[in-house]
Protein backbone atom coordinates (compact mmCIF):
# COMPACT_ATOMS: atom_id res chain seq x y z
CA UNK A 1 0.00 0.00 0.00
CA UNK A 2 0.99 3.16 -1.16
CA UNK A 3 0.65 6.57 0.53
CA UNK A 4 0.35 8.09 4.66
CA UNK A 5 -2.58 6.37 6.19
CA UNK A 6 -5.38 8.34 6.86
CA UNK A 7 -5.47 10.22 10.32
CA UNK A 8 -7.54 7.84 12.39
CA UNK A 9 -10.42 9.22 14.47
CA UNK A 10 -11.02 9.65 17.78
CA UNK A 11 -13.96 8.82 20.21
CA UNK A 12 -15.30 12.09 21.91
CA UNK A 13 -18.48 11.00 23.81
CA UNK A 14 -20.01 7.66 24.20
CA UNK A 15 -23.78 6.89 25.59
CA UNK A 16 -26.06 3.71 26.14
CA UNK A 17 -29.34 2.45 27.28
CA UNK A 18 -29.49 -1.56 27.86
CA UNK A 19 -30.55 -3.70 29.99
CA UNK A 20 -27.31 -3.43 32.96
CA UNK A 21 -27.71 0.46 33.02
CA UNK A 22 -29.20 3.24 30.87
CA UNK A 23 -26.09 5.58 30.96
CA UNK A 24 -22.38 5.22 30.78
CA UNK A 25 -21.28 5.13 34.36
CA UNK A 26 -23.38 2.95 35.19
CA UNK A 27 -22.70 0.63 32.49
CA UNK A 28 -18.66 0.70 32.74
CA UNK A 29 -19.94 -0.26 36.89
CA UNK A 30 -22.15 -3.41 35.56
CA UNK A 31 -18.94 -3.75 33.28
CA UNK A 32 -16.64 -4.16 35.89
CA UNK A 33 -18.80 -5.72 38.47
CA UNK A 34 -19.69 -8.77 36.35
CA UNK A 35 -23.43 -8.10 36.54
CA UNK A 36 -25.40 -9.67 33.54
CA UNK A 37 -28.99 -8.82 32.25
CA UNK A 38 -29.71 -12.18 31.16
CA UNK A 39 -33.10 -13.32 32.84
CA UNK A 40 -35.01 -16.72 32.15
CA UNK A 41 -38.27 -16.05 29.90
CA UNK A 42 -40.13 -18.96 31.99
CA UNK A 43 -41.47 -20.32 27.68
CA UNK A 44 -40.07 -23.45 26.83
CA UNK A 45 -40.71 -22.59 23.39
CA UNK A 46 -38.90 -19.03 23.56
CA UNK A 47 -35.53 -17.65 24.28
CA UNK A 48 -34.18 -19.42 27.40
CA UNK A 49 -32.43 -15.85 28.59
CA UNK A 50 -32.83 -12.62 27.48
CA UNK A 51 -31.34 -9.40 28.38
CA UNK A 52 -34.09 -6.88 27.96
CA UNK A 53 -34.19 -3.08 28.70
CA UNK A 54 -36.75 -2.50 31.56
CA UNK A 55 -38.56 0.79 32.42
CA UNK A 56 -37.05 2.59 29.89
CA UNK A 57 -38.21 6.63 30.24
CA UNK A 58 -37.66 9.25 27.22
CA UNK A 59 -38.75 11.59 30.38
CA UNK A 60 -36.51 10.25 32.88
CA UNK A 61 -33.62 9.92 30.27
CA UNK A 62 -34.22 13.79 29.02
CA UNK A 63 -34.74 15.04 32.42
CA UNK A 64 -30.87 13.53 33.41
CA UNK A 65 -28.95 15.43 30.83
CA UNK A 66 -27.64 18.72 31.43
CA UNK A 67 -28.19 19.88 27.67
CA UNK A 68 -30.08 23.17 27.03
CA UNK A 69 -33.47 23.56 27.52
CA UNK A 70 -34.23 23.60 23.29
CA UNK A 71 -32.33 20.64 22.49
CA UNK A 72 -34.08 18.61 25.11
CA UNK A 73 -37.88 20.34 24.28
CA UNK A 74 -36.62 19.02 20.68
CA UNK A 75 -36.27 15.79 21.54
CA UNK A 76 -39.67 15.44 23.79
CA UNK A 77 -41.47 16.22 20.30
CA UNK A 78 -39.72 14.38 17.92
CA UNK A 79 -39.00 11.32 20.08
CA UNK A 80 -42.14 11.95 21.69
CA UNK A 81 -44.26 9.20 19.82
CA UNK A 82 -41.62 7.19 18.15
CA UNK A 83 -41.23 3.09 18.77
CA UNK A 84 -39.28 2.82 22.10
CA UNK A 85 -36.20 1.66 20.27
CA UNK A 86 -35.80 4.54 18.89
CA UNK A 87 -36.52 6.52 21.79
CA UNK A 88 -34.00 5.09 23.80
CA UNK A 89 -31.60 5.71 20.85
CA UNK A 90 -32.70 9.28 21.29
CA UNK A 91 -31.59 9.32 24.97
CA UNK A 92 -28.05 7.43 24.13
CA UNK A 93 -27.49 9.82 21.50
CA UNK A 94 -28.34 12.88 23.84
CA UNK A 95 -25.73 11.51 26.42
CA UNK A 96 -22.99 10.92 23.74
CA UNK A 97 -23.56 14.95 22.97
CA UNK A 98 -23.29 15.92 26.07
CA UNK A 99 -20.20 13.95 26.64
CA UNK A 100 -18.62 15.22 23.14
CA UNK A 101 -19.47 18.76 24.52
CA UNK A 102 -21.02 19.30 21.27
CA UNK A 103 -23.76 21.76 23.02
CA UNK A 104 -21.35 23.74 24.45
CA UNK A 105 -18.26 23.89 22.16
CA UNK A 106 -19.94 23.03 18.85
CA UNK A 107 -19.05 21.90 15.18
CA UNK A 108 -20.22 23.00 11.75
CA UNK A 109 -23.61 21.03 11.33
CA UNK A 110 -23.00 20.42 7.86
CA UNK A 111 -19.58 18.98 9.20
CA UNK A 112 -21.32 16.10 11.41
CA UNK A 113 -21.99 13.24 10.17
CA UNK A 114 -24.67 10.61 11.22
CA UNK A 115 -24.52 7.16 10.68
CA UNK A 116 -27.09 4.37 12.16
CA UNK A 117 -26.08 0.93 12.49
CA UNK A 118 -28.69 -1.44 12.19
CA UNK A 119 -31.54 -3.00 9.06
CA UNK A 120 -34.49 -5.11 9.48
CA UNK A 121 -35.19 -3.03 12.68
CA UNK A 122 -39.12 -2.39 12.79
CA UNK A 123 -40.41 -5.60 11.98
CA UNK A 124 -41.69 -5.92 15.34
CA UNK A 125 -43.27 -2.64 15.36
CA UNK A 126 -45.20 -3.89 12.09
CA UNK A 127 -46.32 -6.91 13.87
CA UNK A 128 -47.83 -4.55 16.37
CA UNK A 129 -49.97 -2.95 14.50
CA UNK A 130 -51.18 -5.77 12.16
CA UNK A 131 -54.12 -5.93 14.42
CA UNK A 132 -55.30 -2.52 13.99
CA UNK A 133 -54.92 -2.98 10.21
CA UNK A 134 -56.45 -5.83 10.07
CA UNK A 135 -59.54 -4.64 12.10
CA UNK A 136 -59.62 -1.65 9.24
CA UNK A 137 -56.70 -0.73 6.83
CA UNK A 138 -57.70 2.65 8.02
CA UNK A 139 -56.68 2.37 11.74
CA UNK A 140 -53.13 1.84 10.78
CA UNK A 141 -51.36 4.84 12.68
CA UNK A 142 -50.33 7.69 10.44
CA UNK A 143 -46.85 7.65 11.60
CA UNK A 144 -46.56 3.85 9.82
CA UNK A 145 -45.09 5.08 6.84
CA UNK A 146 -41.97 6.84 8.77
CA UNK A 147 -42.08 4.54 11.64
CA UNK A 148 -41.47 1.23 9.73
CA UNK A 149 -38.28 2.62 8.08
CA UNK A 150 -35.00 2.03 9.60
CA UNK A 151 -34.07 5.66 8.46
CA UNK A 152 -36.57 7.05 10.50
CA UNK A 153 -33.29 7.05 13.10
CA UNK A 154 -31.51 8.97 11.04
CA UNK A 155 -34.09 11.41 10.18
CA UNK A 156 -35.49 11.36 14.04
CA UNK A 157 -31.61 12.36 15.61
CA UNK A 158 -30.56 14.36 13.30
CA UNK A 159 -33.96 16.44 13.61
CA UNK A 160 -32.79 16.38 17.26
CA UNK A 161 -29.51 17.05 17.08
CA UNK A 162 -29.31 19.57 14.28
CA UNK A 163 -26.98 17.54 12.21
CA UNK A 164 -26.89 18.55 8.62
CA UNK A 165 -23.82 16.75 7.46
CA UNK A 166 -24.09 13.26 5.69
CA UNK A 167 -26.48 10.57 7.22
CA UNK A 168 -27.34 6.69 6.11
CA UNK A 169 -28.19 3.44 7.76
CA UNK A 170 -25.87 0.54 7.64
CA UNK A 171 -26.47 -3.00 7.75
CA UNK A 172 -25.02 -6.26 8.12
CA UNK A 173 -26.43 -8.49 10.33
CA UNK A 174 -24.62 -8.56 13.65
CA UNK A 175 -21.36 -7.13 12.51
CA UNK A 176 -23.64 -3.99 11.89
CA UNK A 177 -22.64 -1.96 14.65
CA UNK A 178 -19.03 -2.11 13.49
CA UNK A 179 -19.40 -1.62 10.22
CA UNK A 180 -21.66 1.38 11.05
CA UNK A 181 -18.03 2.48 13.10
CA UNK A 182 -16.36 1.63 10.28
CA UNK A 183 -18.22 4.10 7.58
CA UNK A 184 -18.10 7.15 10.29
CA UNK A 185 -14.67 6.07 11.08
CA UNK A 186 -14.06 6.42 6.60
CA UNK A 187 -16.01 9.49 6.37
CA UNK A 188 -13.78 10.92 9.40
CA UNK A 189 -10.77 9.93 7.73
CA UNK A 190 -11.69 11.15 4.40
CA UNK A 191 -12.52 14.64 5.50
CA UNK A 192 -16.65 14.73 4.42
CA UNK A 193 -17.02 15.43 8.17
CA UNK A 194 -15.62 16.34 11.41
CA UNK A 195 -17.78 14.93 13.68
CA UNK A 196 -19.85 11.54 13.39
CA UNK A 197 -22.21 10.26 15.32
CA UNK A 198 -22.42 6.61 14.93
CA UNK A 199 -25.57 4.74 16.55
CA UNK A 200 -26.11 1.15 17.26
CA UNK A 201 -29.99 0.73 17.02
CA UNK A 202 -31.57 -1.20 19.62
CA UNK A 203 -33.36 -4.20 18.30
CA UNK A 204 -37.01 -5.58 19.74
CA UNK A 205 -37.35 -8.86 17.77
CA UNK A 206 -40.89 -9.93 16.42
CA UNK A 207 -42.08 -13.14 17.30
CA UNK A 208 -41.23 -14.63 13.88
CA UNK A 209 -37.34 -13.58 13.93
CA UNK A 210 -37.56 -14.90 17.30
CA UNK A 211 -38.36 -18.38 15.89
CA UNK A 212 -36.80 -18.04 13.23
CA UNK A 213 -33.02 -17.93 15.06
CA UNK A 214 -34.54 -20.76 17.72
CA UNK A 215 -35.19 -22.81 14.60
CA UNK A 216 -31.92 -22.47 13.45
CA UNK A 217 -30.53 -23.03 16.78
CA UNK A 218 -29.10 -20.06 16.45
CA UNK A 219 -30.68 -18.86 19.42
CA UNK A 220 -30.67 -20.56 22.72
CA UNK A 221 -33.81 -22.46 23.51
CA UNK A 222 -35.23 -22.47 27.21
CA UNK A 223 -36.25 -26.19 26.79
CA UNK A 224 -38.86 -28.18 28.79
CA UNK A 225 -38.81 -27.46 32.74
CA UNK A 226 -35.30 -28.63 34.26
CA UNK A 227 -33.61 -27.92 31.38
CA UNK A 228 -30.23 -26.28 32.46
CA UNK A 229 -29.71 -22.78 31.52
CA UNK A 230 -27.60 -22.25 28.89
CA UNK A 231 -24.17 -21.71 29.56
CA UNK A 232 -21.97 -17.96 28.51
CA UNK A 233 -19.79 -17.56 25.51
CA UNK A 234 -17.00 -20.04 25.47
CA UNK A 235 -18.29 -22.27 28.17
CA UNK A 236 -18.58 -25.96 27.79
CA UNK A 237 -22.46 -25.53 28.25
CA UNK A 238 -22.45 -23.16 25.51
CA UNK A 239 -25.83 -23.91 23.60
CA UNK A 240 -26.73 -20.72 21.68
CA UNK A 241 -26.52 -16.68 21.53
CA UNK A 242 -29.45 -14.87 24.17
CA UNK A 243 -30.86 -11.70 22.93
CA UNK A 244 -30.18 -8.39 24.80
CA UNK A 245 -31.67 -5.09 23.92
CA UNK A 246 -29.28 -1.88 23.69
CA UNK A 247 -29.05 1.67 22.08
CA UNK A 248 -25.28 2.81 22.02
CA UNK A 249 -23.62 5.92 20.58
CA UNK A 250 -19.84 6.22 20.06
CA UNK A 251 -18.92 9.91 18.54
CA UNK A 252 -15.81 9.90 16.22
CA UNK A 253 -13.89 12.96 15.79
CA UNK A 254 -11.06 14.28 13.52
CA UNK A 255 -7.86 14.89 15.72
CA UNK A 256 -8.32 18.41 14.30
CA UNK A 257 -12.05 18.94 15.06
CA UNK A 258 -11.21 17.83 18.82
CA UNK A 259 -8.06 20.05 19.14
CA UNK A 260 -10.37 23.04 17.80
CA UNK A 261 -13.33 22.29 20.21
CA UNK A 262 -11.03 21.48 23.28
CA UNK A 263 -11.83 18.50 23.47
CA UNK A 264 -9.69 15.20 24.28
CA UNK A 265 -10.56 11.90 22.65
CA UNK A 266 -10.63 8.79 25.29
CA UNK A 267 -9.52 6.45 22.42
CA UNK A 268 -8.26 6.31 18.86
CA UNK A 269 -9.64 3.62 16.17
CA UNK A 270 -6.54 2.93 14.77
CA UNK A 271 -7.38 0.71 12.72
CA UNK A 272 -10.37 -1.35 11.46
CA UNK A 273 -11.00 -4.48 9.10
CA UNK A 274 -13.97 -5.68 7.13
CA UNK A 275 -14.15 -8.61 4.86
CA UNK A 276 -16.67 -11.29 3.04
CA UNK A 277 -16.76 -14.98 3.22
CA UNK A 278 -18.80 -14.70 0.01
CA UNK A 279 -20.92 -17.25 1.91
CA UNK A 280 -24.65 -16.93 2.10
CA UNK A 281 -25.12 -18.94 5.18
CA UNK A 282 -24.91 -18.64 9.11
CA UNK A 283 -21.66 -20.96 9.02
CA UNK A 284 -18.32 -18.69 10.73
CA UNK A 285 -15.06 -18.74 9.05
CA UNK A 286 -11.93 -18.84 10.97
CA UNK A 287 -10.13 -17.31 7.73
CA UNK A 288 -12.62 -14.48 6.89
CA UNK A 289 -12.36 -13.84 10.85
CA UNK A 290 -8.60 -13.61 10.94
CA UNK A 291 -9.00 -11.70 7.57
CA UNK A 292 -10.41 -9.16 9.21
CA UNK A 293 -8.21 -9.11 12.50
CA UNK A 294 -5.62 -8.61 10.34
CA UNK A 295 -6.24 -6.16 8.34
CA UNK A 296 -7.36 -4.17 11.44
CA UNK A 297 -3.50 -4.84 12.57
CA UNK A 298 -1.70 -3.88 9.37
CA UNK A 299 -4.09 -0.58 9.08
CA UNK A 300 -2.68 0.06 12.90
CA UNK A 301 0.97 -0.71 12.26
CA UNK A 302 0.99 -3.09 15.00
CA UNK A 303 2.49 -6.83 15.31
CA UNK A 304 -0.27 -9.13 17.32
CA UNK A 305 1.80 -9.09 20.42
CA UNK A 306 0.83 -5.00 20.86
CA UNK A 307 -2.58 -6.83 21.52
CA UNK A 308 -3.65 -6.07 25.24
CA UNK A 309 -7.14 -7.30 24.90
CA UNK A 310 -9.91 -8.54 23.12
CA UNK A 311 -13.69 -7.86 23.19
CA UNK A 312 -15.24 -10.78 21.10
CA UNK A 313 -17.73 -11.63 19.22
CA UNK A 314 -18.56 -14.50 21.58
CA UNK A 315 -22.01 -14.87 21.23
CA UNK A 316 -22.02 -18.72 22.50
CA UNK A 317 -23.12 -20.29 19.45
CA UNK A 318 -20.52 -23.52 19.96
CA UNK A 319 -19.47 -23.59 16.67
CA UNK A 320 -18.73 -19.24 16.44
CA UNK A 321 -16.98 -19.80 19.74
CA UNK A 322 -14.75 -22.36 18.13
CA UNK A 323 -13.85 -20.61 14.80
CA UNK A 324 -13.36 -17.25 16.66
CA UNK A 325 -11.00 -18.94 18.86
CA UNK A 326 -9.37 -20.58 15.71
CA UNK A 327 -9.18 -17.07 13.81
CA UNK A 328 -7.38 -15.93 16.65
CA UNK A 329 -4.51 -18.14 16.20
CA UNK A 330 -4.65 -17.71 12.94
CA UNK A 331 -4.36 -13.91 13.20
CA UNK A 332 -2.28 -13.31 16.03
CA UNK A 333 -0.41 -16.58 16.20
CA UNK A 334 1.99 -17.38 19.06
CA UNK A 335 0.27 -14.68 20.86
CA UNK A 336 -2.49 -15.83 20.49
CA UNK A 337 -2.76 -16.57 24.11
CA UNK A 338 -1.31 -13.19 25.20
CA UNK A 339 -4.39 -10.83 25.38
CA UNK A 340 -6.86 -10.63 27.71
CA UNK A 341 -10.45 -12.06 26.01
CA UNK A 342 -13.99 -11.39 27.23
CA UNK A 343 -17.17 -11.48 25.91
CA UNK A 344 -19.52 -8.34 26.89
CA UNK A 345 -22.45 -10.25 25.34
CA UNK A 346 -22.41 -12.50 28.89
CA UNK A 347 -23.50 -9.18 30.17
CA UNK A 348 -25.59 -7.44 27.48
CA UNK A 349 -26.81 -10.43 25.88
CA UNK A 350 -26.45 -10.59 22.14
CA UNK A 351 -27.57 -7.46 21.00
CA UNK A 352 -27.49 -7.87 17.10
CA UNK A 353 -27.47 -4.93 15.35
CA UNK A 354 -26.18 -2.48 18.12
CA UNK A 355 -23.42 -5.55 19.26
CA UNK A 356 -20.75 -3.60 18.18
CA UNK A 357 -21.64 -0.37 19.31
CA UNK A 358 -22.36 -1.62 22.26
CA UNK A 359 -18.91 -3.64 22.52
CA UNK A 360 -16.83 -0.59 21.03
CA UNK A 361 -18.61 1.46 24.20
CA UNK A 362 -17.45 -1.91 26.86
CA UNK A 363 -13.68 -1.14 24.80
CA UNK A 364 -13.72 2.11 24.82
CA UNK A 365 -14.22 2.12 28.73
CA UNK A 366 -12.03 -0.91 29.67
CA UNK A 367 -9.37 0.90 27.81
CA UNK A 368 -9.86 4.54 29.85
CA UNK A 369 -10.47 3.07 33.38
CA UNK A 370 -7.76 0.21 33.09
CA UNK A 371 -9.63 -3.09 33.51
CA UNK A 372 -10.62 -5.93 31.34
CA UNK A 373 -14.39 -7.33 32.78
CA UNK A 374 -15.41 -10.52 33.33
CA UNK A 375 -17.87 -12.85 31.47
CA UNK A 376 -20.34 -13.74 33.59
CA UNK A 377 -20.93 -17.37 33.54
CA UNK A 378 -17.94 -18.48 31.96
CA UNK A 379 -16.53 -21.24 33.96
CA UNK A 380 -15.23 -24.20 31.88
CA UNK A 381 -13.60 -22.48 29.18
CA UNK A 382 -13.57 -24.31 25.85
CA UNK A 383 -10.08 -24.38 25.15
CA UNK A 384 -7.50 -23.49 27.95
CA UNK A 385 -4.99 -21.62 25.48
CA UNK A 386 -6.46 -18.28 25.82
CA UNK A 387 -6.54 -16.08 28.48
CA UNK A 388 -10.07 -15.40 29.87
CA UNK A 389 -11.11 -12.71 32.40
CA UNK A 390 -11.64 -14.50 35.29
CA UNK A 391 -15.08 -14.38 37.60
CA UNK A 392 -14.04 -10.48 38.75
CA UNK A 393 -13.00 -7.89 37.07
CA UNK A 394 -8.71 -7.99 36.01
CA UNK A 395 -6.45 -4.67 36.87
CA UNK A 396 -5.39 -4.04 33.31
CA UNK A 397 -3.90 -1.46 31.38
CA UNK A 398 -3.83 -2.81 27.87
CA UNK A 399 -2.81 0.09 25.03
CA UNK A 400 -4.36 -1.76 22.18
CA UNK A 401 -7.75 -3.59 21.82
CA UNK A 402 -9.66 -5.46 18.92
CA UNK A 403 -13.15 -5.47 19.11
CA UNK A 404 -14.90 -8.22 16.63
CA UNK A 405 -18.47 -8.51 15.33
CA UNK A 406 -19.04 -11.28 12.76
CA UNK A 407 -22.60 -11.78 11.14
CA UNK A 408 -24.79 -14.14 8.83
CA UNK A 409 -24.11 -13.77 5.49
CA UNK A 410 -20.47 -13.36 5.48
CA UNK A 411 -19.32 -10.45 7.31
CA UNK A 412 -16.28 -10.20 9.14
CA UNK A 413 -15.27 -7.06 11.41
CA UNK A 414 -12.80 -6.12 13.51
CA UNK A 415 -11.69 -2.33 15.21
CA UNK A 416 -8.49 -1.79 16.85
CA UNK A 417 -9.00 0.67 19.60
CA UNK A 418 -6.23 2.09 21.36
CA UNK A 419 -5.54 4.21 24.73
CA UNK A 420 -4.68 7.91 22.97
CA UNK A 421 -1.41 7.88 25.02
CA UNK A 422 -0.73 4.36 23.38
CA UNK B 1 -76.33 5.04 11.34
CA UNK B 2 -74.93 5.78 15.03
CA UNK B 3 -75.97 8.01 17.93
CA UNK B 4 -72.68 10.05 17.93
CA UNK B 5 -72.64 13.42 18.51
CA UNK B 6 -71.11 16.81 17.13
CA UNK B 7 -69.25 17.41 20.50
CA UNK B 8 -68.67 13.46 20.95
CA UNK B 9 -66.83 13.86 17.98
CA UNK B 10 -65.03 17.07 18.64
CA UNK B 11 -64.44 16.47 22.19
CA UNK B 12 -62.28 12.98 20.28
CA UNK B 13 -60.62 14.89 18.30
CA UNK B 14 -59.45 17.47 20.76
CA UNK B 15 -58.41 15.12 22.96
CA UNK B 16 -56.48 13.17 20.42
CA UNK B 17 -54.79 16.58 19.45
CA UNK B 18 -53.53 17.23 22.80
CA UNK B 19 -52.41 13.58 23.11
CA UNK B 20 -50.33 13.86 19.49
CA UNK B 21 -49.08 17.96 20.30
CA UNK B 22 -49.11 18.09 23.75
CA UNK B 23 -47.76 21.93 23.47
CA UNK B 24 -51.19 22.24 21.59
CA UNK B 25 -53.28 25.17 23.48
CA UNK B 26 -56.76 23.22 24.42
CA UNK B 27 -58.56 26.81 24.67
CA UNK B 28 -57.44 27.36 21.05
CA UNK B 29 -59.05 24.38 19.63
CA UNK B 30 -62.01 26.10 18.01
CA UNK B 31 -64.57 24.78 15.03
CA UNK B 32 -63.29 27.43 12.90
CA UNK B 33 -59.79 26.84 13.11
CA UNK B 34 -57.32 24.15 10.76
CA UNK B 35 -55.15 22.28 13.01
CA UNK B 36 -52.18 23.24 10.66
CA UNK B 37 -53.06 27.27 12.28
CA UNK B 38 -52.66 25.16 15.86
CA UNK B 39 -49.21 23.74 14.76
CA UNK B 40 -49.99 20.55 13.69
CA UNK B 41 -47.64 19.40 11.27
CA UNK B 42 -48.96 16.82 8.58
CA UNK B 43 -47.85 13.87 10.03
CA UNK B 44 -49.51 15.07 13.17
CA UNK B 45 -52.83 16.06 11.75
CA UNK B 46 -53.77 12.34 9.81
CA UNK B 47 -52.47 11.01 13.37
CA UNK B 48 -54.93 12.89 15.32
CA UNK B 49 -57.53 11.65 12.46
CA UNK B 50 -56.52 8.26 12.16
CA UNK B 51 -56.71 8.25 16.24
CA UNK B 52 -59.99 9.48 16.49
CA UNK B 53 -61.72 7.03 13.76
CA UNK B 54 -60.39 4.46 15.40
CA UNK B 55 -61.38 5.39 18.40
CA UNK B 56 -65.14 6.00 17.06
CA UNK B 57 -65.51 2.76 15.10
CA UNK B 58 -65.80 5.01 11.75
CA UNK B 59 -64.12 4.58 8.41
CA UNK B 60 -63.88 7.89 6.16
CA UNK B 61 -62.41 6.70 2.73
CA UNK B 62 -59.11 8.35 2.46
CA UNK B 63 -59.67 10.20 -0.69
CA UNK B 64 -62.39 12.38 1.31
CA UNK B 65 -59.68 14.03 3.49
CA UNK B 66 -58.55 17.58 1.85
CA UNK B 67 -55.58 19.85 2.89
CA UNK B 68 -57.25 22.79 4.66
CA UNK B 69 -60.30 21.46 6.36
CA UNK B 70 -61.43 23.66 9.59
CA UNK B 71 -61.91 21.45 12.73
CA UNK B 72 -66.01 21.81 12.16
CA UNK B 73 -65.49 20.10 8.34
CA UNK B 74 -63.49 17.45 9.83
CA UNK B 75 -66.28 16.70 12.23
CA UNK B 76 -69.01 16.63 9.69
CA UNK B 77 -66.98 14.49 7.46
CA UNK B 78 -66.92 12.11 10.58
CA UNK B 79 -70.17 12.38 11.23
CA UNK B 80 -71.33 11.34 7.58
CA UNK B 81 -69.33 7.99 8.06
CA UNK B 82 -70.98 7.61 11.61
Redesign the interface.
Known amino acids: MNGRPPAPAGITGLGIVCSVAQDVDGFAAALAAGASGLRPTGTADGPALTADVDGFSLERALAARRLPAHLLGTAA ?1 AA ?2 SPWPLRAAAAAALEAWEAAGLHEAPADPDRIGLVVAGNNLTEQHTEQQRP ?1 YQ ?2 P ?6 YA ?1 HHQDTDHVGTLSHILGITGEGCTVGGASASGNLGVITGARLVEAGAVDVCLVVGALVELSLLQTRGYLTLGAMAAAGPPGTPPPGAPFDADHRGFSPGQAAAVVVLESAASARTRGRAASAVLRGHGSALDGNQLADPSAAGEARAMRTALRRAGLAAREIGYVNTHGTASPLGDRTELAALRLALGDEAGTPWINSTKAVTGHCLASAGVVEAVATVLQLERGFVHPTPGLRRPIDPGYRFAGTAAEDARPGFALSNGFGFGGFNTSLLLARPDA | MSDLTRTQVFDTLRRNALD ?1 V ?2 LDPAAFAAERTLSELGCNS ?1 DR ?2 I ?3 T ?2 ELGI ?2 P ?1 HEFQQGYDIATLVDVMLKHA
Open positions: RGRRRDAYLPARL | VPEIAEVTLMEVVV
